[in-house]
């Protein structure tokens, strides 16, 4: 890969990162609950899931995921429905709480990791992007060496997004020492990822 076409990659990769997403919400929502430690920690499930997606797309099996309408909508709906379970979780567990210092301990690291990486691995949204995005920096001369350079550097950004959505999170437990306040800033964190569960549902394979 040349330093040019690396120069165009990171600043688009680094945006890309950074978008909220569901993932990215999960980070804010630990960083919030547990702190920033486990929340990056957490993230390791999210990393496995898209270094699985982006060997997919390096393979050519990203481009026939997204070209398959069946296989879209299947993963669609499986993914919609466990953003709103995830979120309906959040906002019971909301309501239950007694302290804005809930203990890391109540929930297993291995718990929080793995809905990090059934929220990733459930986006059809993900594949596609990798798909529609990855490829275009490949020199078809270095194939498999560029796209472990850029399946790499993504992933590496997005552990610095995971650490900077944590610690906004972190921050905003450090502003709620209210409970009630805190207790809204879990039902927020619920009430958007349902929505993006809906979103999700309708969202449409592109043509």
Known sequence: MSWSTLLLFIPACFALNMAFGPNNLLSLTYGLQEGVRVAVMASSGRLVAFAIMIALTALGVGAVLAASEMAFTVLKWLGAAYLV??????????????????????????????????????????????????????????????????????????????????????????????????????????????????????????G
């Open 85 to 206: 379970w995830i979120g309906i979780k959040i906002l019971r567990g909301s309501a239950s709480i007694d302290t804005p210092s809930a203990s890391a301990g109540e929930r297993p690291l291995k718990a929080l990791a793995m809905q990090e990486f059934w929220t990733a691995i459930g986006n059809p949204k993900a594949i596609l992007i990798f798909t529609a995005f990855l490829p275009q920096f490949i020199e078809p001369g270095s194939y498999w060496l560029g796209f472990a350079i850029v399946g790499a550097i993504f992933l590496v950004f997005e552990v610095v997004s995971v650490f900077l959505y944590a610690t906004l999170g972190h921050r905003l437990n450090r502003l709620s020492r209210n409970r009630n306040v805190f207790g809204w800033l879990n039902r927020l964190s619920g009430l958007t990822m349902i929505g993006f569960g809906v979103a999700l549902l309708l969202t449409r394979r592109p």
